[in-house]
Every structure is written in C-alpha cells, then in structure tokens.
C-alpha cells in the first residue's frame, strides 16, 4: 500500500537548521510530484514546496525561497526538505504529500486537496 513517512524534526534554535526526509513506499516515487506542507494548530495546511516528477522542477513558497531547499533520491525513495536558517514562524507539523499532477498544472501545488496520500507529520520547533 502507499506510504509516507516523515523523519527528521526536532527542536531547534533560531539561525539552524533541519532536514527533513520523507519515504516513500507502495509506489514509484519518480512518477509523481511531491509536496511538503505545515500546519499550527488551528490554522489551515499551508504549502512549503514542492518538486515535479522527472526533471524534478522545484517550487517553493515565498517565506521560505533562499532557506530552505527541495530534492528527491529515486533510488533510495525519499524526498528531503534542506531547512537552513530557521525562523520561529517556520515552527509547525510538517508532511509530505503525493500528487498526480502534471508538470504543466504544478502551479496548483499548493492546494492540498490536489494531495491523495499523505505522511503523519513531523514536528519542527524553532525556539531559543
């Protein structure tokens, strides 16, 4: 069966940094696109980034561009999220997503409902 798991929060200071990996299983990692998202409690899944399937075009959230970086390892089914210079505002529940959309729809990337599989989350605290 399909799954995503999340690995790799914690907590943290301000300045640092994390990386996230998600795992992929069940499926054929490069056939699909890949998003991270995070949520804080009471606010809606907002989207982080995300990469394309074969090319691997990467996409990313304006908060966030120049900080954090997306890639994938086919081989090892994983996608990672390279978080540097971490900002209290970065602090919530992280989780990759699958979705099947194409390359030329990906601007819709930050719509969860384009998502059908999702991981449990990973939790990142950013705080002195």
């Known amino acids: 069966q399909v799954q995503l798991v999340e690995s790799g929060g914690g907590l943290v200071q301000p300045g640092g940094s994390l990386r996230l990996s998600c795992e992929a299983s069940?499926?054929?990692?490069?056939?699909?696109?890949i998003g991270w998202f995070r949520q804080v409690s009471g606010k809606e899944r907002e989207g982080v980034s995300c990469?394309?399937?074969?090319?691997?075009?990467?996409y990313y959230d304006d908060s966030v561009k120049g900080r954090f970086t997306i890639s994938r390892d086919n081989a090892k089914n994983t996608v990672y999220l390279q978080m540097n210079n971490l900002k209290p505002e970065d602090t919530g529940v992280y989780y990759c997503a699958r979705t099947s959309l194409p390359l030329r729809l990906l601007g819709l990337w930050v719509m969860p409902t384009q998502y059908d599989y999702w991981g449990q989350g990973t939790q990142v605290t950013v705080s002195s």
């Open positions: 990469i394309s399937s074969g090319v691997a075009t990467t």
């Open positions: 069940g499926f054929i990692l490069d056939q699909y696109a």
